[in-house]
C-alpha cells in the first residue's frame, strides 16, 4: 500500500508511505521516516509517536561525534544510545573519548574529524554498529512500538547499494521524496551553527542536497522494485 502526500504540516515536501497500514494496525512494530534534511521527518516522527505512543530513534546520533545525547531530547532523547552502549561498552568509550577530544580542542570546529576511532563506515564501526542494533532492538521488542528516522536510511554504497533497503524491505516507511533545495541548505546552515561547525559555502551544501533528495528518491524505487 502506497499513499502520498502534496505537503505536511506547513512545509512542502511531497512524501510517500509505504505499507503504513501495517504500523497502524501494529502487525508490524517498526516504522521507518527519511529523507533529506529539514524535509520534515524529526516533525513527523514526533507526531507519530504521540499518536501511537511510540519511542523515536534518531539515526543521526550514529554518526560519532555528531549529536551529543542530552542535546536531543525534543528529538527521542537518549535513551537508546544508553541501550546501545550496554550492548556495545566499546562504543562508549569511543564516544566518551570522542567527547573529551572535543573538549579538549573545542577552538578548532574540525575537532570531530580529528578522532579516528569508529568514524569511517564499515563493519565494526560506530556508525554501522548503531545502525545495525537499532533494527535488531526493534524486532527484539515486538511488544512497543519504535519508530527509526534519520537520511541514514538512504546511505548508499557505490558499490553494495543503499544499506538499509534490504531490511526496510516492504516493511511500514515514509519517504519524504522532494523538499525544497533552499529548505534543505537553511536546514543546514542552522544545524551547522547550533553545533559549531566550520561554515561552508551555499554552493557545497546545494550540492549535497541534491545527493540527499537523489538517494532518497533512488531507495524509493528499490523498495518498490522499480530499480
Known sequence: ????????????????????????????????????????????????????????????????????????????????????????????????????????????PYAAEGFEPGQAEGKGSYYDDFISYAFEYAKEHEGERFILEGIQLADKDKEKGYYCAEEMGDKPSVIFMTTPIKGIVDNMSERDAEWGEPERSKADMRKQAVRNIKNVKGLEKTLAGKD
Not at 525534543?74 to 541501550?83: H, K, L, T
Open 1 to 108: 500500500v502506497i499513499a502520498e502526500s502534496a505537503e505536511l504540516t506547513e512545509g512542502t515536501s511531497k512524501w510517500k508511505s509505504i505499507n503504513l497500514d501495517l504500523f497502524e494496525s501494529g502487525e508490524n512494530n517498526a516504522l521507518y521516516i527519511t529523507g533529506a534534511p529539514g524535509s520534515g521527518k524529526s516533525t513527523l516522527a514526533k507526531e507519530l509517536s504521540v499518536k501511537y505512543d511510540a519511542k523515536i530513534i534518531t539515526l543521526d546520533n550514529s554518526w560519532l561525534g555528531g549529536i551529543v545525547p542530552g542535546d536531543d531530547m525534543d528529538r527521542g532523547g537518549d535513551w537508546f544510545e544508553n541501550e546501545f552502549w550496554k550492548a556495545y561498552p566499546k562504543h562508549k568509550k569511543e564516544f566518551d573519548g570522542c567527547m573529551s577530544y572535543i573538549e579538549a580542542h573545542k577552538d578548532d
